[in-house]
Nanobody
């Protein structure tokens, strides 16, 4: 069973930065896509960005493009989300997820989420 544990959330002022981490543990079948999603209060969960396990391919939601960056430390099995120039609308619970196919919207494993709050 794969476990994903997020960390790094917190309270930050608008314009600031945070780095989220997602550590994978357990018996991990080969997962080729690692992603972040977020859910703000009263809103549906939305895609933030994803990265192939090799790091060769990545893509982002338009709302975060140019501000957020994904990376992977495959040796440690950790996914990172560097968030810069944060805005109030980035406030949400952030979830990491892992799936077997980069080209499909399928994620078999999810973390419990970490809260990010951006104040003005």
């Amino acid at each position: 069973q794969v476990q994903l544990v997020e960390s790094g959330g917190g309270l930050v002022q608008a314009g600031g930065s945070l780095r989220l981490s997602c550590a994978a543990s357990g018996r991990t079948p080969r997962m080729y896509v690692w992603a972040w999603f977020r859910q703000a209060p009263g809103k549906e969960r939305e895609f933030v960005g994803r990265i192939h396990s090799t790091g060769a391919i990545e893509d982002y939601a338009d709302s975060v493009k140019g501000r957020f960056t994904l990376s992977r430390d495959n040796a440690k099995n950790i996914l990172y989300l560097q968030m810069n120039t944060l805005k109030r609308e980035d406030t949400a619970v952030y979830y990491c997820a892992a799936g077997p196919y980069y080209g499909q919207d399928r994620y078999d494993y999810w973390g419990q989420g970490t809260q990010v709050t951006v104040s003005s």
